[in-house]
């Protein structure tokens, strides 16, 4: 077995999932704002 030696790993497929996890984190808070705002309007 050899012997781990960090940081020698290829993570570009967990840094496109990040990623990918972070932009739709972004979008899904944007639209809940907008669509709360758009409640809040028609109900005003």
């Given at each position: 077995m050899a012997?781990?030696?960090h940081g020698?790993?290829?993570i570009s497929e967990q840094?496109?999932?990040f990623a990918g996890?972070?932009?739709l984190t972004?979008?899904?808070a944007a639209?809940?704002?907008g669509i709360?705002?758009?409640i809040a309007l028609v109900n005003a």
């Open positions: 012997k781990h030696e020698k790993m290829d840094e496109k999932t996890f972070v932009r972004v979008w899904g639209i809940s704002i709360l705002i758009f």
